[in-house]
Every structure is written in structure tokens, then in C-alpha cells.
């Protein structure tokens, strides 16, 4: 399965990207920031886009699924203006995370 590394700074989420990724049989890296991430072998970034700019994000050779509070209309246009490939509400991402995964890595040549 991919290499996947997961950006928050919050413990609960951060945990629950690791929980649901490893048991979908991928390999999760966590780290706090961009700054700390470690890109190396790594396929696909699952980012909170409280933590992270979504321009930082994009660019960086591999697919980004970015998350935000539901409520925070302003953030979701700014992913999406930036060119994340998904930007999804943090509730969708608890509940979908492996299959929004799945799908973004087989869209990748």
C-alpha cells in the first residue's frame, strides 16, 4: 500500500488518520508541519488545513487531501483556489478517509 503522511497538530485527529489509514494497510507518517514532514517515499499528504497553508501543500509531486471545519466556507475556497486535489469537511474525512485515499491514488499515473 502507499506511504501517506498526515499533517495535524491536533493528537485526536493525527490519531485517527493513523488509525484508519494503517488499518486500510497503508503506511502513515505523522508530523506536525510541512516543515517536519518527511517526503520522502511518500505518495499522498492528508493535511489539516488549519495547520497547513493550501498553497504550500500543492506542488509538491503527490496528491493532497486537505480537511476543515464544515463551518469554515472560506478555507474550502481557498484549498480549492489553490489547487488541493480534495478538500473535504473534517466530518467527511473521519468517516471516508481509506476510500477518498483509495481514490485519489488511483487516479495518479
Do not use: C, F, W
Not at 493550501?54 to 481557498?78: C, I, N, Q, W
Not at 483556489?81 to 473535504?88: H, P, Y
Amino acid at each position: 500500500m502507499a506511504q501517506v503522511v498526515s499533517i495535524a497538530d491536533d493528537l485526536m485527529l493525527a490519531s485517527r488518520v493513523d488509525v484508519l489509514l494503517t488499518g486500510a494497510g497503508h503506511h502513515v507518517v505523522l508530523a506536525r508541519s510541512l516543515q517536519e514532514a518527511p517526503l520522502d517515499g511518500a505518495e499522498l499528504i492528508v493535511a489539516d488545513l488549519d495547520v497547513e497553508n493550501p498553497e504550500a501543500l500543492v506542488g509538491l509531486g503527490m496528491p493532497v487531501l486537505g480537511y476543515y471545519s464544515h463551518v469554515d466556507t472560506e478555507k474550502r475556497a481557498a484549498a480549492e483556489a489553490a489547487g488541493i486535489d480534495l478538500a473535504v469537511p473534517r466530518s467527511r474525512m473521519a468517516r471516508e478517509l481509506p476510500a477518498l485515499v483509495e481514490k485519489l491514488l488511483s487516479e495518479q499515473p
